[in-house]
């Protein structure tokens, strides 16, 4: 039954993921009762899948280098090195395994014109504001895949999005449910407050000589002078040896020349197609049943006893899954990693010309040529800056290599200075502030030059840094010049410090004793506003509020939506602490359930599909966890 319901909802557009691109955020779940030794080849075994120490190493170095992305200089090395971050990984695979399994078990599959739309609609593929298909090739080149092993990732990815997208949509809310929610969350509560001010315990506050010193004795050791660090360092920028480099006009146009294509519209061809689907595993007689019917399709438009349209209608009509057709759009050069498709296409002379049929990995394709649309090239002088502003860039990355190269070639040479780098590369050598370990200014406020310093290399032995990577573009090697250590402060130069401390200890204090006598005289049935008059405190008749109320703090609102209904006749009484340290006492006089008609009839719908959406996630990580606990997973531990 479930089955059927993801069938019937999982058509259409879906929410997709890509391997080393995005990632499907499945539930954490405990693995190490899988762990044992063995396989030199593989990262794990899931039922007759295997996951190969390549893949897992691949992805894995994806996942850090998101991370890396994510949190930037923030990010904690033992982190991205743990095994936390490798578990995920190799969880994130076997759910893709096992959710594979399910999907072609289920004959979930994603034609070829899905997995084009899908493709083309990647943003990270994009340039010059359409799919640019060696801008795809060279990024998956430089992430170890070949288009034909991305393009099979990517369409097994779709085809679990689409029974994830298919269980989360079958998941249903009744309406109890959603009047029982609705209930809940448009709750009102009848909130008088009262607020007692720190600050006027603050002033009242009183601490002497003697409680400053005998604090300090105790404490000493939380009051000392930081270890201290003073730097001398070389600084390279990208962006600054970019605009020292002058361009030619004869560079300029030879740039251009040779970059000609980039700076225009490519030919682009509209197509239909009508497919006659083979599976991967099609046999000599089933292949040749599908070639024989895909010529006599073919044959039947070429002679004019049917037009594509025609034919076209019958193959989106068809119910048995053999056929498929569509309009395919723009087409450019490049766009598959088959080159059969785009070779019959490009081989057309003009709009409504039909190919023969053309064999691919998805099986016998018969294509129409739309539309051409010639390509188009914008002259130099209109592309001029850009032509200059890329070239610069160009020439620059190249002299910031060799430049770094020199630097870091020189600091290691000369490891006790900074004035032979300085002196072959014309620059200066540079000071930092006194800083700790918590960071300071300038280049002193990112972690990696912090780290270094404090290093044993930097800061025991004395040494050169090696090149430290800010940001791409930005490096610096950094030496210590300077350098102080922890020191004890004295008493006078702590006594301020520990004279605030006590202030505020005692000032805390003193507000808690008073919260909890207003609290218990509350209790016994004095009103709040009397007792705020009498302990000096500012007093609030909120009234009926929800839980998005903006006339009430929002600390009070949230802890006085905690306190369980009052019972009749009394008032339910609780406090709590703000943020500013001020502390408030509050009352719940009655509770009313919110009603139905709260919520507009639009509001209703959006909140019943975000429950259902949650129900459906919830039962979309039972089912994984049902996958698993039925498929024999092996993970072999010791290649990780």
């Known amino acids: 039954m479930l089955l059927q319901k993801i ?36 990262a794990a075994v899931v039922g007759a899948s295997k996951i190969s120490l390549q893949e897992f190493q691949r992805t894995y170095q994806q996942q850090r280098q998101r991370m890396q992305a994510m949190l930037g200089g923030n990010a904690d090395p033992a982190l991205l090195e743990g095994a936390r971050i490798k578990q995920q990984v190799l969880r994130q695979l076997i759910d893709e395994r096992v959710l594979n399994q399910l999907a072609h078990d289920q004959g979930l599959r994603i034609g070829d014109q899905q997995l084009h739309d899908a493709l083309v609609a990647l943003p990270v593929f994009e340039q010059n ?12 080149r430089n992430q170890g895949y070949t288009p034909a092993a991305f393009e099979e990732g990517m369409r097994q990815s779709l085809e679990t999005a689409q029974l994830r997208d298919g269980v989360v949509a079958s998941a249903l809310v009744t309406p109890a449910e959603l009047m029982q929610v609705i209930a809940l969350l448009k709750q009102q509560r009848d909130l008088q407050y009262t607020t007692l001010s720190l600050e006027k315990y603050l002033a009242e506050a009183s601490v002497d000589d003697a409680a400053i010193q005998d604090y300090f004795e105790k404490n000493k050791d939380r009051f000392v002078n930081p270890e201290q660090v003073q730097l001398q360092f070389i600084e390279l920028k990208l962006a600054q040896i970019a605009e020292g480099i002058k361009i030619s006009e004869e560079e300029l146009r030879t740039s251009y020349q040779e970059q000609i294509a980039k700076y225009g519209r490519p030919e682009e061809r509209a197509a239909s197609h009508i497919l006659i689907k083979l599976p991967p595993n099609a046999g000599e007689t089933e292949m040749e049943q599908a070639r024989t019917k895909a010529r006599q399709m073919a044959d039947s438009i070429h002679s004019g006893a049917k037009s594509f349209d025609q034919v076209l209608q019958d193959a989106q009509a068809d119910q048995s899954g053999a056929l498929e057709g569509a309009n395919l759009g723009v087409i450019t050069q490049g766009m598959f990693a088959s080159p059969a498709f785009e070779n019959a296409l490009y081989a057309m002379k003009k709009p409504g010309e039909v190919s023969d049929p053309v064999r691919m990995p998805s099986g016998f394709h018969i294509i129409r040529l739309d539309s051409v649309t010639p390509a188009q090239v914008k002259p130099f002088e209109e592309v001029r800056e850009e032509v200059a502003k890329e070239l610069r860039h160009q020439q620059a990355e190249n002299r910031f290599y060799e430049i770094s190269q020199t630097l870091a070639n020189l600091s290691y040479e000369h490891p006790d200075s900074l004035e032979p780098a300085a002196k072959a590369l014309d620059v200066p050598v540079r000071e930092s502030g006194w800083f700790s370990r918590q960071g300071g200014e300038g280049i002193a406020a990112n972690s990696k030059v912090v780290d270094s310093a404090f290093g044993e290399d930097v800061l025991k032995r004395g040494l050169n840094s090696e090149p430290i990577e800010l940001e791409p573009g930005h490096v610096v090697v950094v030496r210590v010049k300077e350098h102080k250590d922890a020191t004890p402060r004295s008493l006078e130069e ?127 990580e039972q089912l994984l966890g049902s996958l698993r606990a039925k498929t024999k997973i092996v993970v072999y531990s010791d290649r990780l």
């Open 7 to 42: 069938r019937d909802h999982a058509q259409g557009w879906f929410a997709y993921t890509i391997i080393g691109l995005l990632t499907v955020p499945f539930a954490l779940w405990g693995i190490n009762q899988y762990f044992e030794a063995g396989g030199p080849a593989d």
């Open 129 to 140: 504001g359409g799919f640019n298909s060696d801008l795809y090739e060279r990024l998956l």
């Open 494 to 620: 702590s006594r301020e410090d520990i004279a605030k401390l006590l202030r505020q200890q005692q000032a805390r204090e003193a507000l808690a004793k008073s919260v909890e006598m207003l609290k218990a005289r509350a209790a016994k049935g004095e009103h709040l506003q009397a007792l705020a008059a009498e302990f000096g405190g500012e007093y609030k008749n909120a009234g009926l509020v929800g839980r998005d109320a903006t006339s009430v703090d929002s600390t009070v609102l949230v802890a006085a939506f905690r306190l369980p209904q009052p019972q009749a006749d009394q008032v339910a009484l609780g406090s709590t602490v703000l943020a500013s340290g001020d502390q408030a006492v509050f009352e719940v006089a009655r509770v009313v359930p919110g009603q139905p008609d709260a919520l507009a009839e639009g509001e209703r719908k959006t909140l019943a599909q975000q429950l259902g959406q949650q129900t459906g996630s919830g039962q979309f």
